[in-house]
């Protein structure tokens, strides 16, 4: 807790709008489904710790989906969790490379959609977390956008793409993708969808 605060401070201090934040651990062994359920009820305590530090801090909390083989990676975990929260503050950071490796890339925005804040953008081809630029993988784009536009959203989307040495060329492919996104963006919507940012990881 004392390093999520910290990190929670840290991102108060660059005035960050949300404070994205993976609900469990990415290490774990259950052996009985009651196991299952109590680190359920303890992420949903501890989540409504860091969410009133967030409060105190002036800035948003977000919970991001996983990939498929962590603790808590399905959808109706996250909901669980939420619904489970003392506030209703608490939204989601959808992560398109987690929910196209998970499989349910093109419904988990309708499932989501209520507490959709914000989009990491990035693609793969459905078997790791690639961080490609989108259009660079398998996920189709057009239709993603299309559920999306349908939930009301008019968050951020983050372009969240693998470091590469050459910064240049990593640029070069984030502002590919934006271009590519936007021109999806026009198409749907006379105002379009909100202007990819990017972020490197």
Known sequence: MTEIFQAAEAAALFQVRYFVIHPGPEQWDLKEQKQRLDR?????????????????????????NKLPHLLFAQTSDL?????????????VCLDTGHANVSGDIYSVTHKLGQHLRMIHAHDNHGSGDEHLAPGSGDIDW????????????????????????????????ARKAKRFLRSIGRRLAPSGLPTPRGTAR
């Open 142 to 173: 057009h239709r993603f956008l299309t559920e999306l536009d349908q939930t009301g959203f008019r968050g951020g989307l983050i372009l969240e793409l693998a470091a590469i040495d050459d910064a240049q060329h990593l640029l070069a492919e």
């Open 40 to 64: 359920l009820k303890w992420a949903a305590e501890t989540l409504n710790r860091v969410a009133d530090r967030c409060q105190q801090l002036g800035i948003g909390c977000v919970l991001e």
């Open 79 to 91: 909901l669980w969790i939420l619904s489970t929260m003392d506030t209703v503050d608490v939204g």
